[in-house]
């Protein structure tokens, strides 16, 4: 029985890096791209233990209200369906869930199977009725299993930093969502002020990989530092949130400039 | 080896063998590379399965379009869902279902596949 790996090394051809296309057939890139993607898939199983103390722990508990804020920003609502992708252990499914209802439905997808386990456990532990409208759902972010404007709502919190092909991830969000209707797209900021991102560099270098270290996952949590310097500025991600067809995008900080949140409308 | 599908009635939750997801659930979910209907593999013989993305399953004498005789989206035989798009099936692992497209298989034949055949 054949896998999808060597076809899906194929299909990836398309989203080839420059570098890749510069050597000709790009094979090496597309491997290169596929193989990023399951390391940090990789990551997240390993991480998923202690994901959430460690949120609490290295934003103060403020992580919690960014991730409010991000769900308030979506405009998700009673009855709608709404996706949270790159889920994780559920923090923003949660919420929504308590948004849209049971009338509503969320569908919180992730590529990290420990992580929507870690989920699923907490949708047992804490038993809130509204939380019998959340699915878990393992997918790709730039494959998403859904026809096209589906949804009311879409947020991503921590997530698209992480995607190998920013671009053709908001355009899947794009096509999945209905006219009119809102991404909310909370990360970390990649700013442009010496000061915020040297605050940035300080902090990770200094208090996050430290405590990281103590539950062994100091490779893990150092490479927050480069997934930043790799992530894209507020007004870049407006610009393509724009290509890929919204009709508005807005970066907004939060944190003093260290998180950042994108608001874009079909 | 052959697959036997049963016509799936419709029932509300995860089954208790952890594998099964809602029939809510698989009526939202499609295939995440043709983006269409995920279905299920039926009992009749290759004609009724739409394996195109595999060339020795394009018989020369077979009238377009073949029919799926089965609609079901989720196999309970294999415990999973089915793209008859693409000719690939993905796992349901513990209620949760794995649309992770370099995690899905190509469908089994009961003539066996060789390694050349399962590549694109």
Same mark, same amino acid.
């Given at each position: 029985?054949?896998?999808?790996?060597?076809?899906?090394?194929?299909?990836?051809?398309?989203?080839?890096?420059?570098?890749?296309?510069?050597?000709?057939?790009?094979?090496?890139?597309?491997?290169?791209?596929?193989?990023?993607?399951?390391?940090?898939?990789?990551?997240?199983?390993?991480?998923?233990?202690?994901?959430?103390?460690?949120?609490?722990?290295?934003?103060?508990?403020?992580?919690?209200?960014?991730?409010?804020?991000?769900?308030?920003?979506?405009?998700?609502?009673?009855?709608?369906?709404?996706?949270?992708?790159?889920?994780?252990?559920?923090?923003?499914?949660?919420?929504?869930?308590?948004?849209?209802?049971?009338?509503?439905?969320?569908?919180?997808?992730?590529?990290?199977?420990?992580?929507?386990?870690?989920?699923?456990?907490?949708?047992?532990?804490?038993?809130?009725?509204?939380?019998?409208?959340?699915?878990?759902?393992?997918?790709?972010?730039?494959?998403?299993?859904?026809?096209?404007?589906?949804?009311?709502?879409?947020?991503?919190?921590?997530?698209?930093?992480?995607?190998?092909?920013?671009?053709?991830?908001?355009?899947?969000?794009?096509?999945?969502?209905?006219?009119?209707?809102?991404?909310?797209?909370?990360?970390?900021?990649?700013?442009?002020?010496?000061?915020?991102?040297?605050?940035?560099?300080?902090?990770?270098?200094?208090?996050?990989?430290?405590?990281?270290?103590?539950?062994?996952?100091?490779?893990?949590?150092?490479?927050?530092?480069?997934?930043?310097?790799?992530?894209?500025?507020?007004?870049?991600?407006?610009?393509?949130?724009?290509?890929?067809?919204?009709?508005?995008?807005?970066?907004?900080?939060?944190?003093?400039?260290?998180?950042?949140?994108?608001?874009?409308?079909? | 080896?052959?697959?036997?599908?049963?016509?799936?009635?419709?029932?509300?939750?995860?089954?208790?063998?952890?594998?099964?997801?809602?029939?809510?659930? %698989?009526?939202? $979910? /499609?295939?995440?590379?043709?983006?269409?209907?995920?279905?299920? !593999? +039926?009992? *009749? @013989? #290759? =004609?009724?399965?739409?394996?195109?993305?595999?060339?020795?399953?394009?018989?020369?004498?077979?009238?377009?379009?073949?029919?799926?005789?089965?609609?079901?989206?989720?196999?309970?035989? %294999?415990?999973? $869902? /089915?793209?008859?798009?693409?000719?690939?099936?993905?796992?349901? !692992? +513990?209620? *949760? @279902? #794995? =649309?992770?497209?370099?995690?899905?298989?190509?469908?089994?034949?009961?003539?066996?596949?060789?390694?050349?055949?399962?590549?694109?």
């Amino acid at each position: 029985m054949g896998t999808l790996t060597a076809a899906i090394s194929v299909a990836a051809a398309v989203v080839a890096s420059p570098a890749g296309r510069r050597r000709g057939r790009g094979s090496a890139t597309v491997r290169c791209s596929s193989s990023a993607s399951s390391e940090r898939q990789a990551l997240f199983n390993r991480i998923a233990p202690v994901y959430d103390n460690l949120n609490d722990v290295l934003s103060l508990g403020q992580h919690r209200t960014w991730k409010r804020i991000c769900v308030s920003w979506s405009r998700a609502k009673r009855g709608d369906r709404v996706l949270d992708l790159c889920c994780g252990s559920g923090d923003i499914a949660f919420l929504l869930s308590q948004k849209v209802g049971l009338d509503g439905e969320v569908m919180a997808v992730d590529f990290s199977r420990q992580q929507l386990h870690t989920a699923a456990e907490r949708q047992e532990q804490r038993w809130k009725l509204c939380y019998k409208n959340i699915k878990w759902i393992e997918g790709d972010a730039l494959d998403l299993p859904f026809t096209d404007c589906y949804f009311d709502a879409v947020t991503v919190g921590y997530g698209l930093r992480n995607v190998v092909d920013k671009p053709r991830a908001i355009r899947e969000i794009f096509r999945v969502l209905k006219p009119g209707s809102t991404a909310s797209i909370l990360d970390f900021n990649k700013s442009s002020s010496l000061f915020t991102t040297s605050l940035q560099s300080w902090m990770i270098d200094n208090v996050v990989v430290p405590l990281a270290s103590g539950y062994g996952l100091t490779e893990e949590y150092k490479y927050l530092k480069s997934s930043i310097s790799q992530y894209l500025t507020g007004e870049e991600l407006e610009k393509l949130a724009k290509e890929a067809g919204f009709s508005a995008a807005k970066h907004y900080e939060l944190g003093g400039g260290l998180m950042g949140s994108l608001v874009a409308t079909r | 080896m052959r697959r036997t599908v049963t016509l799936l009635s419709r029932h509300a939750g995860g089954g208790g063998d952890g594998r099964s997801i809602p029939q809510a659930l %698989s009526d939202v $979910l /499609v295939c995440p590379l043709s983006k269409k209907p995920l279905s299920g !593999v +039926d009992s *009749i @013989p #290759s =004609l009724a399965t739409a394996h195109y993305c595999c060339p020795r399953f394009r018989p020369a004498n077979l009238a377009a379009p073949v029919r799926v005789l089965s609609r079901s989206r989720y196999c309970e035989a %294999s415990g999973s $869902l /089915v793209s008859d798009a693409v000719g690939v099936s993905f796992p349901v !692992v +513990d209620g *949760i @279902p #794995s =649309l992770v497209p370099k995690d899905g298989k190509f469908l089994e034949d009961d003539q066996g596949k060789s390694e050349q055949d399962s590549k694109l």
